[in-house]
């Protein structure tokens, strides 16, 4: 499979540039497409001298762009998209332009190309107003932000091209994935890398509400094993759907400070006497998110190796070693 060519869009992102890391190490032929709104030069930039690494600057937006990023390529990794709640609903019309339109384009572009299997990254947000726990793939509720809407028209996109063009399609419901090069800055930085940035600058982070509120924090070594699952799975069965994408554990944010104050008092002991503030709760929050994973372990022989606690201090460290 090694001799197979991989696109990864969003591929200077976060999760992005570790699917780029982990495929050229196995000696994939890996191409990124980003336009760098919010990925980063520098997480690509040590790929830049591999020889099967190509990178296309470009947005998902322009047709064209897509057409030539799929060309001989044989599965797509789509991780491009305008993530953030909050941003979705300050801004909804560019969330949808990028989350909609963008993949439509990709999709498009990859059933013209004759692509095997087209992976994308789903989200968890598609639960919605449904308070059931453990979040089970086939039992969502109402979409709560605008973000939600537009990850679920993914997944019912994807739905349409495999059921009328034949498409493989899968998708992974992201939940709250944490983990090395996450970026910690802008108005809009996920919790975890933003916290520790924080209490790293001796600041006081800001817990939204009481801090009882739940995530299935999932670290990226978990995803990028849930990637490689759904491109390289010969299970019929196994396609044409979509799958939680966690650990299948969750954590209070209230926990998940106390671990981070553990964690980084080993570097510096002043960290675990900085107070935590409290602050209104964020608009379209949902207050649990627990994923059963039982799907994934039967269909795709998911089998996380990170629990929440061993990653969130691998994530530390390499915060630590790189931020400081």
């Known amino acids: 499979m090694s001799t197979s060519t991989i696109l990864i869009t969003g591929g200077a992102g976060f999760i992005g540039s570790n699917l780029c890391d982990y495929f050229l190490q196995k000696g994939y032929t890996v191409i990124c497409l980003d336009n760098f709104a919010t990925g980063h030069r520098h997480n690509v930039a040590p790929f830049l001298s ?12 322009d047709y064209s762009v897509c057409k030539h990023a799929v060309d001989g390529v044989d599965f797509v990794l789509h991780q491009a ?38 992976i994308y990254a789903a989200s968890s947000s598609t639960y919605g107003d449904s308070e059931s726990l453990p979040k089970v793939e086939d039992v969502i509720g109402k979409p709560l932000s605008p973000y939600a809407i537009t990850k679920y028209v993914n997944e019912l996109y994807a739905e349409i091209f495999s059921r009328t063009y034949g498409m493989e399609t899968i998708g992974l419901r992201y939940f709250n994935v944490f983990g090395r090069r996450q970026d910690p800055n802008g108005a809009y930085a996920a919790v975890i890398p933003k916290f520790v940035m924080q209490m790293m600058k001796h600041e006081s982070p800001v817990i939204n509400g009481d801090g009882l509120y739940s995530r299935d924090f999932t670290y990226i070594d978990n995803v990028v094993q849930m990637n490689e699952l759904a491109m390289l799975t010969t299970n019929p069965e196994a396609v044409n759907t979509v799958y939680n994408t966690a650990y299948g554990d969750r954590t209070t944010l209230n926990q998940m ?20 503030i409290h602050g209104p709760n964020r608009v379209g929050d949902i207050p ?37």
Do not use: C
Not at 50 to 61: P, S
Not at 291 to 308: E, N, Q, T, V
């Open 81 to 118: 998209a305008l993530g953030s709640v909050p941003r979705s609903i300050k801004d909804p019309i560019t969330s949808n332009e990028v989350n909609v339109s963008g993949f439509l384009n990709m999709l498009v572009a990859a059933r013209d190309a004759g692509v095997k299997r087209f």
């Open 50 to 61: 591999n020889f099967n690494f190509k990178l296309i600057e470009g947005d998902i937006r």
């Open 257 to 276: 400070v106390h671990l981070l104050k553990d964690y980084l008092s080993v570097y510096d002991s002043s960290i675990g006497t900085i107070p935590i």
């Open 288 to 324: 649990h998110s627990l994923a059963s994973i039982d799907k994934a372990k039967r269909l795709l022989g998911y089998a996380p190796k990170y629990a929440f606690a061993d990653g969130l201090k691998e994530a530390v460290n390499w915060y630590w070693q790189n931020l400081k």
